[in-house]
């Protein structure tokens, strides 16, 4: 045990002492508490009591615990509740686990992006934990008259050995929410974790599987309508007129009309990006009708700006990887002067298209907005923001907006932009009645907020001896500048120059999944392989000989230096070994890559064999530093959902545009990976330092795309520049 | 509009709605079973598969008017408890991220292993590509159906 300070999250302990104090707190969520079955209701405590803003405990042991971040299925909803049971020391089973709504009051940061909710909740977590354990021992001392540190727990139950007393939390509960909240808490140390570390099963797991109203997307109420949006059809178009009458009396239709969402004052946030301004609405009963009528609803739109088409993007990109910008991002000695005295010179150009989010549940909300109050429901990864931009379209105070966040069919970046909840609440306003918003998967698709285009340009100089002596990269890319400067390899090379253009367009662009790490990655790593077979070296071993450099003699600050390179040299070990790399599997082409992102470190290599012109990856073997793992099991499924996602977007998948219109707008034009184009087999191995745990949901998407070109250079002799690697049509299944 | 009646999940249910309605909305809308799912609503991600007289279906594309009295089962309708082997097997290898499609891949696998309970590897890839998984849990659906193939 460590004594440690309870001041991270304190607000959340000390604001909610003053509401406890042994009081019955109800109320399930509106999605927890669709059927129980009889025996979950016999088990139910009569009473709850709440020890602070993270959980409740029942007067039966029970223990409801809130999920404080949003989630969309990188299973924080299971890991960030484990993280608070295992200070609170109680059992796994014994743990209820609630999707909390928004609550600036309790919560910090209740946002699902940059995979940080552990890395950031890690402290305020255990103490919420801690703190609840501490005040049930304190109420525990006072009760059997001993000494607070005589007092252990296990699994729930409070124990003074001398004594031979014990009680179960629930017993002592409704005495411990009157305790003052400690001013030190202890912490448990990583090896006495009894939750942490142990694979548990996702909490939602037999919801999920017996198709329980869980998403956005499930939302029934009493008087509710259908409202679904026509937005214009290509960027830099905007609404001119509408033929609403004529759709007016279609069945089950209650209004046709345009709308602004964002008035020209309105405050807007980040989140709002990609808004569109005024749109056409169809209000009705039901979603068939209401998609029935948004066909045949006649719109004029007319020109905003001028519209662009891919082949535009793709000169105007090459164009600025043409021009030096007037500043460098980054520059270590003198690359030119390298250059010249290089023995060997190396030089390539990758790029890759715009891509859609395409989470399975495409984008909608429920939205009941009165005079009084504003009520909102449904996907959202940033919560918060979203309220902000509330309050200013709204015109109404924060007190009167609630937020709820349901299970999110994916996320990915694109519900970081809750425009459409701002869509859905300023209909019901106009509607006077709760509605659900309900985007199509053409809507969803062709709606905007893409992972921009890229392009990069890379050059290294090697002398005689094989040694990387310059760096030169300059990348572009649509509404993003694509380059992390300070990133490897610099700092493991004398000569380094980084150079970034943004290219502005009107297509609108967002995070999607580890931005631009999505792409840059896997073309340094595709890149960094050409450059080791020039330099006549086995390409791990090329990548550690930097690594070497970066911790024994860096180049300018290594404080500057955004990755660790021993932890970084650490995965590409492992992996090494793990994969047999020296002696390799008989029959596969195989590549390596290794990437730092979002705080944790990733090596990876893919074994393939080429079905004609596509890859057939039979194996992905991936290390991954993240320090403590909270939930193996589930950790594992992020690695491997970000490697299939990897491979699928770099080998299958692009947005295109003519004259500014979307080229795909459903999966028979967009192609997503599907079953048998994943991996065969994916092996992950985790790094044990017991370092604090960072975040999983993006790291092992951006290396595998540049594994996956070098084992296909391998085995075609082909090196693979420009993403998607295979531009067919999807194949048309059903 | 025109009045149906359905067989669902064993049930007999009547919907009034316009002929052309894909069962999909029936469920979600008319009937309050919302664990069939929406993706893509051209028969191309699998999310909304049910079975129709055992058989895995598409219900976005599937009018209402089409289906007379065949049975439909949903995946509320798969077991009674949840203790389907699919589900089972579901749960024990931990499948679901998002969860979003898993409706629909228990819906294809539960049929594929009704037809065919040893499928082989290949088998399986090919009956499940059908189903888009954008979370990327492909590894371990084939795993969780192999699981299930043999219980
Ligand atoms: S919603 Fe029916 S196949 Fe996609
Ligand atoms: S689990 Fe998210 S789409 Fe399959």
């Given at each position: ?68 971040n949003p989630?969309i299925g990188q299973n924080v909803?299971?890991a ?31 946002l699902a992006g940059g995979s940080q909710s552990i890395r950031q ?234 891509l859609?989010h395409?989470t ?21 990864q ?28 994916g996320g990915f970046g694109r519900r970081l ?34 992972r ?32 992390f400067?300070?990133r ?22 967002g995070a999607w999944r580890a931005p631009r790490s999505n792409f840059i990655a896997g ?39 955004d990755y ?7 995965v ?21 890559s290794a990437y730092y992102c979002h705080n944790s470190y990733v090596a990876q ?17 991936c290390?991954v530093d993240c320090g ?6 589930s950790a594992k499924n992020q690695i491997e959902g970000g490697i299939v996602d990897g491979i699928g977007h770099a ?33 992950t ?8 745990p960072t975040g999983l949901g993006e790291p092992s998407l951006p290396p595998i795309s540049g ?28 | ?96 991220q998002c ?35 954008r979370c990327g ?15």
């Amino acid at each position: 045990m460590t004594l440690v300070k309870t001041k991270i999250g304190r607000r959340a302990f000390i604001r909610n002492t003053g509401l406890a104090g042994g009081g019955l707190v109800l109320g399930f969520n509106w999605l927890a508490s669709c059927k129980m079955t009889p025996e979950q209701v016999n088990s139910m405590p009569k009473e709850w009591f709440e020890l602070n803003g993270f959980l409740k405990i029942g007067d039966n042991g029970l223990v409801t615990i809130m999920s404080p971040n949003p989630e969309i299925g990188q299973n924080v909803k299971t890991a960030m509740p484990m993280i608070v049971a295992e200070e609170l020391d109680v059992a796994w089973k014994d743990v209820i686990v609630e999707q909390a709504p928004l609550n600036t009051d309790i919560f910090t940061r209740q946002l699902a992006g940059g995979s940080q909710s552990i890395r950031q909740g890690w402290e305020g977590l255990r103490m919420a934990g801690a703190t609840a354990r501490q005040m049930l021992k304190e109420a525990a001392a006072q009760a059997w008259e001993v000494p607070v540190g005589e007092i252990t727990t296990s699994e729930g139950v409070l124990t003074h050995n001398a004594s031979g007393k014990s009680a179960g939390y629930g017993e002592i509960a409704s005495a411990a929410a009157g305790i003052e909240v400690p001013e030190e808490v202890e912490l448990k140390e990583q090896k006495e974790f009894k939750i942490i570390g142990t694979d548990r099963m996702n909490v939602d797991g037999t919801k999920i599987v017996t198709g329980k109203p869980l998403y956005g997307l499930d939302i029934q109420r009493e008087g509710m309508l259908i409202a679904m949006i026509v937005h214009p059809p290509a960027f830099g178009m905007k609404l001119k007129d509408m033929d609403a009458e004529s759709v007016k009396s279609m069945p089950g239709i209650k209004d046709v009309f345009p709308i602004v969402v964002y008035p020209e004052d309105a405050e807007k946030q980040w989140s709002d990006g990609g808004a569109i301004a005024e749109l056409a609405v169809v209000v009705g009963n039901s979603t068939w009708e209401c998609m029935q009528a948004k066909k045949a609803l006649q719109v004029q739109w007319e020109e905003d700006s001028k519209p662009e088409s891919t082949a535009y993007h793709d000169e105007a990109l090459t164009e600025l990887l043409n021009t030096a910008p007037k500043e460098a991002a980054r520059k270590d000695g003198d690359v030119e002067a390298a250059f010249k005295t290089a023995a060997k010179i190396v030089e390539s150009t990758y790029s890759a298209p715009f891509l859609a989010h395409n989470t399975m549940e495409p984008m909608n909300f429920f939205a009941h907005v009165t005079s009084e109050k504003a009520e909102l429901l449904g996907p959202i990864q940033t919560p918060e923001f979203l309220e902000m931009t509330l309050v200013s379209v709204l015109g109404m105070p924060k007190e009167q907006i609630d937020i709820h966040m349901t299970r999110m069919g994916g996320g990915f970046g694109r519900r970081l932009y809750g425009t459409f909840a701002v869509e859905a609440a300023v209909i019901s306003q106009k509607m006077g009645a709760p509605i659900k918003l309900v985007y199509t998967r053409e809507d969803d698709m062709t709606q905007g907020t893409y992972r921009p285009s890229y392009k990069v340009r890379y050059k290294a100089g090697l002398d005689e001896n094989g040694n990387l002596i310059a760096w030169h990269v300059r990348g572009a890319g649509t509404n993003d500048d694509l380059i992390f400067e300070n990133r490897f390899p610099a700092g493991a090379v004398d000569n380094y120059l980084a150079e970034k253009h943004s290219l502005q367009t009107n297509v609108t662009t967002g995070a999607w999944r580890a931005p631009r790490s999505n792409f840059i990655a896997g073309a340094e790593q595709a890149f960094m392989d050409e450059v080791a077979e020039a330099a006549g070296k086995d390409p791990i071993e090329f990548r550690l000989e930097l690594f070497d450099r970066a911790i024994s003699n860096p180049v300018g600050n290594p404080e500057q230096n955004d990755y660790d390179p021993e932890r970084y040299a650490g995965v590409l070990k492992l992996v090494k070994e793990k994969s047999n790399w020296t002696n390799g599997t008989s029959g596969k082409s195989r590549g390596v890559s290794a990437y730092y992102c979002h705080n944790s470190y990733v090596a990876q290599v893919l074994d393939l064999t080429m079905n004609g012109d596509a890859p057939n990856v039979d194996k992905v073997w991936c290390a991954v530093d993240c320090g403590i793992v909270i939930n193996p099991l589930s950790a594992k499924n992020q690695i491997e959902g970000g490697i299939v996602d990897g491979i699928g977007h770099a080998t299958y998948s692009a947005m295109s545009f003519k004259d500014g219109v979307p080229e795909q707008s459903n999966f028979d034009s967009y192609r997503l990976i599907r079953n048998m184009e994943a991996p065969k087999e994916i092996e992950t191995f985790f790094v044990d330092n017991g370092i604090d745990p960072t975040g999983l949901g993006e790291p092992s998407l951006p290396p595998i795309s540049g594994a996956l070109a070098n084992a296909m250079y391998k085995a075609t002799g082909r090196r693979f520049y420009k993403q998607p690697f295979i531009s067919d049509k999807p194949p048309l299944v059903g | 509009m025109a009045t149906f009646t359905l067989n669902i999940n064993g049930k007999t249910q009547e919907v009034d709605v316009d002929p052309s309605t894909p069962i999909l909305w029936v469920l979600r809308d008319n009937l309050k079973l919302v664990g069939t799912k929406y993706g893509c609503g051209i028969a191309q991600c699998g999310a909304c598969t049910i079975h129709l007289n055992g058989t895995a279906t598409r219900s976005c594309m599937l009018p209402i008017s089409s289906v007379g009295n065949q049975e439909i089962t949903t995946i509320e309708g798969l077991s009674e408890n949840g203790d389907h082997p699919v589900q089972k097997a579901w749960l024990e290898v931990d499948v679901p991220q998002c969860g979003y499609c898993q409706a629909g891949q228990i819906m294809t696998a539960s049929a594929l292993l009704e037809q065919n309970p040893n499928p082989t590897d290949e088998e399986i890839e090919m009956v499940m590509n059908g189903n888009i998984c954008r979370c990327g849990t492909y590894v371990r659906i084939r795993k969780a159906v192999k699981m299930a193939s043999k219980s």
